[in-house]
């Protein structure tokens, strides 16, 4: 079983469309994330949310919406995307907030035309 | 968010050859994590460390926390093409929240 496993591993799409990834994870952590990663490769954190409530919101365009129904799924929604949008979003937990291991999903590509 | 310059951006080096990989940042950290990512997946945690100067081994790669716990290297002896990677090194700020990523570096060891 993976341990976090994010789905579309692929989504391409027209600007202006919305799109959502979902994330699960099921070792039972109470903390999850979702990161950018752009071309450079950089990580950059967007969302994360500790036991359904959102605890980091970093500078991020209010089309992004993270939606957390439970501690064990942490989905994205994106709206009226753009061709920045383009990157590979990975989705991570980790037991509590802060100092601890960070377990990563492999990740969801997007590709906005 | 506290920032950390990851050294250097890019390495392409022969098998065999030795290596390190440097994190820098003029903040303080409570620990320090290096992470290797491989195309098509997430990052995967190599270590942690935690206390000023300290040192661990796994296997031929070593990390180093600097004694002012700014700054850290992965050193990996003797490379091989199953190293080939992108290295992450992670700091966690003293202050809750402040989870920063280095720019990464591109490891790849030519047969």
């Known amino acids: 079983d993976t341990a976090v496993s994010q789905t579309p591993k692929y989504l391409v799409t027209q600007m202006g469309n919305d799109k959502s990834i979902k994330c699960e994870q099921n070792?039972?952590?109470?903390?999850m994330y979702w990161y950018k990663q752009d071309s450079k490769k950089f990580l950059k954190i967007m969302f994360s949310y500790n036991n359904k409530e959102l605890i980091i919101n970093e500078t991020v365009p209010n089309r992004f919406s993270p939606k957390s129904p439970d501690k064990a799924h942490l989905n994205l929604h994106i709206n009226s995307l753009e061709l920045g949008d383009s990157a590979v979003y990975f989705c991570?937990?980790?037991?509590?907030?802060?100092?601890?291991?960070?377990?990563f999903g492999a990740g969801s590509r997007l590709t906005v035309l | 968010t506290q920032l950390l310059e990851q050294s250097p951006q890019f390495l392409s080096i022969q098998e065999g050859e030795n290596l390190t990989v440097y994190c820098n940042s003029s903040?303080?950290?409570?620990?320090l994590q290096w992470y290797r990512q491989e195309p098509g997946e997430g990052p995967v945690l190599l270590v942690t460390?935690?206390?000023?100067?300290e040192v661990k081994k796994l296997k031929r790669l070593t990390f180093q926390f600097g004694d002012a716990r700014k700054d850290s290297s992965l050193h990996i002896t003797a490379a091989q093409p199953g190293d080939t990677g992108l290295y992450l090194c992670y700091g966690i700020g003293t202050s809750y929240g402040k989870l920063t990523f280095g720019q990464g570096t591109i490891l790849t060891v030519h047969p």
């Open positions: 991570a937990s980790s037991q509590s907030p802060g100092a601890n291991v960070l377990t």
């Open positions: 903040s303080v950290f409570s620990s």
């Open positions: 460390v935690v206390t000023g100067g």
């Open positions: 070792l039972g952590h109470d903390t």
